[in-house]
């Protein structure tokens, strides 16, 4: 038989296990100063297309493209500076289509990040004095996930408004070109 107690000491060893088994994303809500400066030293190309990522970005781990929340932050910033007006949700207007593949200063997160922090001819004003540079940094992964060609396990929460494109983590760019055209 049954020691006494068994099945209330088996279903709270059970439930330990799983709540224990259970582990959050981890948030850092306010970058240390040092490393925040650290995150703005990016080495651009003379040509401004292209570069390095600073030091300290890789030892984040390619945090702003892979994890949710600073996806989703990058998506309230796209949101609260009227991206959309211009871009179009990334689908282009009088701003460049974002989803579409053809990235005229490169689709790597340096350029992405020095269009937004330094602005770029004809048009796409810079940003550098009305956003921190972690949130320059959470909106080059958002819009790097919105033209990315492979799908991602993170995403931004879904908003109410009718979708006109397929989800952020869903690849859009790559339903547009034959990935294996015939020669």
Known sequence: MLLKGWPETAIILVLMMT??????????????PPI???????????NAIGGAPPDVYGALARTYEQNAYNLAQGKRLW???????CHGDGLGGAGPSLIDGWWQYGPDAVSIF???????????????????????????GYVQVL???LAS???????????TRPAENRAPAS??????PIR
């Open 175 to 180: 339903i547009l070109f034959d990935q294996d």
């Open 79 to 85: 949101s609260w500076f009227g991206c959309k007006a």
């Open 114 to 140: 020095v269009s937004i922090r330094d602005g770029r001819p004809r048009g796409m004003p810079a940003f550098s004095e009305k956003l921190t540079t972690e949130q320059i940094w959470q909106l080059t």
């Open 36 to 46: 925040d400066a650290a995150l703005n030293d990016v080495a651009v190309m003379p």
């Open 147 to 149: 033209g990315s060609y």
């Open 153 to 163: 396990a993170a995403a931004p929460g879904r908003d109410d408004a009718p979708q």
């Open 19 to 32: 709540l224990g088994g259970c582990e959050r994303e981890a948030r850092q809500l306010r970058l240390d």
